[in-house]
């Protein structure tokens, strides 16, 4: 160990490959330097042959060589949509109990929640690979996987304007680049920004009672934005900021959205009846839309058009 190192300090960063024929020359002269002339020929051969086999190792870029994990367990739901989409469901071996798109990954074993997924399930899928999300627990699980020998995956895009790069780059861990390619194409083109003359003021509801709206650093802010909407809560601290209603009424959103659901639609009348001196609230000016925006996969598109149809009904004065 101390002649490897002695011999790597002093030739710097050279290439492996360069490292390992010096390697096997001095010890076949240390050797036997008699038989140096004989030995010649084996001593270059293997030099090449360790050459050759380190310079294809290193030219594979990081992830699995071209060839996909066998064994994945997924951590998010927008990670399942994600691994789904790339064609790699049926490696899929382990999801949350919140991963329900596409509907045939119901039946997989489960690991908990999103915010608070068992180690030892995960550790019991035997994973070649755990995909794990920015945001949240990801990157400290993902420590604590790593010190395990679980090789794990972290993905970067909870922001839209980093969302085509870092499926790309999901594609080169996974090796399924083309249509991880295919699918940063199409969300790219979905985001391209929409110019309109006044952007109309909107409230982006998350949870109605208490109220909680989307806000700076979110997605959803990122979407709005994108979609010729002012969103009221710019100016909060927080990605999810508690509004009251003072404030909502005070701000006058002219348009307010908030997602679909059976759980949401008690909760929505009561903030709405709390609401109903707003003009936006007596014309019906609220658009209900799906939870494509709230998971940074490959449903983006269809939330941005989504809110694209909403505004579009708002400047028509159309109920949506």
Request: charged share 20%; with cysteine.
């Amino acid at each position: 160990m101390k002649t490897a190192t002695t011999e790597t300090q002093r030739h710097g960063d050279s290439h492996p490959g360069e490292f390992a024929c010096r390697f096997a020359l001095v010890f076949n002269n240390q050797k036997n330097i008699k038989l140096f002339r004989i030995d010649k020929f084996f001593s270059v051969s293997l030099c090449l042959c360790v050459s050759m086999v380190l310079t294809v190792c290193l030219s594979v870029a990081p992830g699995f060589a071209g060839e996909p994990p066998r064994r994945i367990v997924s951590l998010a739901p927008s990670l399942t949509e994600l691994a789904c989409a790339l064609g790699l469901e049926k490696n899929l071996v382990g999801v949350t109990t919140f991963c329900d798109r596409p509907a045939s990954v119901k039946g997989k074993p489960t690991v908990g929640g999103p915010a608070n997924p068992s180690l030892e399930a995960v550790l019991n899928l035997k994973p070649d690979l755990v995909l794990v999300d920015e945001e949240g627990i990801g990157s400290k699980l993902a420590k604590r996987l790593q010190k395990l020998g679980i090789r794990t995956v972290t993905f970067h895009g909870s922001r839209l304007d980093k969302l085509a790069a870092a499926i790309r780059q999901l594609g080169n861990d996974l090796g399924v680049q083309q249509p991880a390619n295919q699918l940063a194409g199409r969300i790219e083109q979905s985001l391209k920004p929409l110019k309109t003359a006044a952007p109309i003021k909107t409230m982006f509801v998350i949870w109605p009672d208490p109220l909680v709206a989307a806000g700076p650093g979110s997605m959803l802010d990122d979407a709005m934005k994108l979609s010729g909407m002012s969103n009221i809560a710019a100016d909060a601290r927080s990605g999810y900021p508690r509004l009251s209603l003072e404030a909502v009424i005070t701000r006058n959103p002219q348009l307010i959205i908030a997602g679909q659901g059976e759980k949401l639609a008690g909760p929505m009348k009561r903030m709405l009846g709390h609401l109903n001196s707003l003009d936006t609230v007596r014309q019906g000016r609220i658009c209900m839309v799906s939870d494509a925006l709230y998971r940074p996969g490959p449903r983006i598109p269809e939330g941005i058009a989504e809110l694209r149809h909403c505004l579009e009904l708002a400047h028509k004065g159309q109920r949506p």
